[in-house]
């Protein structure tokens, strides 16, 4: 089980520290948070859990969670934004997980959006989920789920997905690993909050990009096409030259990778 007060001395001082919380089994961290935000809860809740039994994943996707092996966290924010920057608060995230998997020599890279592999391997995926508020205004849940300690995966993902265990070698400590996470968030976010944009990540987003100088596929509704990642533009979208020079910035949902993962 996730050691509540060890996360609790790990955190003091940190902006989420009081408000992480430790769950057994829960259907969906994600539906914990909510749960929470329509009772009023303020930002920065966090609540974990050891196990889920409906760990929801992207485009209707589920998250398979095991008990005591990986992380799964949702926070809530109730960011003075638009629902445009909702793309780009998901990034913020995979940029602290990143620098959290760093910490551990590990060299973890954010495949454009949000998803953070090593060695071609997904190793994290985020859920960013926004409701509105009955005030008008709206609340975002940011759930991350990570593969820390897990060693071995059902078929349908055993060619993507990797964890920090197998990438490393050994078991990696739960709790050391959240709160830095959690401490790196808050910096990102602090600094978003500031520009309400990704001026101030930007250069470290694009240090982690694994497609950065690859060649990408742009599943365009109007066309498919080919051209190089070059970045980011500073508010999230990849930045892709095409064979003839231009540039064009693309959405999130409409790109894919090619030809060095097996999952796209
Ligand atoms: C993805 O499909 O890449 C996103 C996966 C997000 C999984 C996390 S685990 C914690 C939180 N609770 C959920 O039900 N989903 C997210």
Redesign the pocket.
């Not at 760990?55 to 992207?58: N, S, V």
């Given at each position: 089980m996730l050691d509540q007060k060890k996360l609790d001395s790990l955190l003091a001082g940190c902006r989420f520290w009081e408000k992480v919380q430790c769950f057994e089994t829960v259907d969906?961290?994600?539906l914990i948070v909510k749960d929470w935000a329509r009772q009023g809860a303020e930002e920065g809740r966090c609540a974990v859990a050891e196990a889920?039994t409906a760990?929801?994943?992207?485009r209707g996707?589920s998250?398979i969670?095991p008990p005591g092996e990986n992380l799964?966290?949702?926070i809530l924010l109730r960011p003075q934004a638009e629902a445009s920057h909702v793309a780009m608060i998901t990034l913020l995230m995979a940029i602290a997980v990143t620098q959290g998997v760093r910490e551990l020599h590990l060299d973890a890279k954010i495949k454009w959006p949000n998803?953070v592999v090593i060695n071609g391997k997904k190793i994290c995926?985020?859920?960013t989920e926004m409701y509105q508020s009955a005030a008008g205004s709206f609340f975002l849940v940011i759930?991350?789920?990570i593969n820390v300690n897990q060693k071995e995966f059902p078929e349908e993902v055993k060619k993507t997905a990797g964890s920090l265990a197998l990438e490393l070698g050994a078991d990696v400590d739960r709790e050391v690993l959240l709160a830095s996470v959690l401490r790196h968030f808050s910096d990102c976010y602090d600094s978003f909050l500031e520009t309400m944009d990704l001026s101030g990540q930007k250069e470290l987003y694009e240090s982690f990009l694994v497609n950065k100088g690859r060649v990408v596929e742009v599943l365009d509704p109007k066309g498919e096409w080919q051209g190089t990642a070059i970045g980011i533009e500073k508010t999230g979208e990849l930045l892709v030259q095409r064979k003839d020079g231009s540039v064009e910035a693309v959405y999130a949902g409409e790109v894919s990778v090619r030809g060095i993962y097996g999952y796209v």
């Open positions: 969906s961290t994600n889920q760990g929801r994943g992207r996707r998250w969670s799964y966290f949702s998803d995926g985020i859920l759930g991350t789920g």
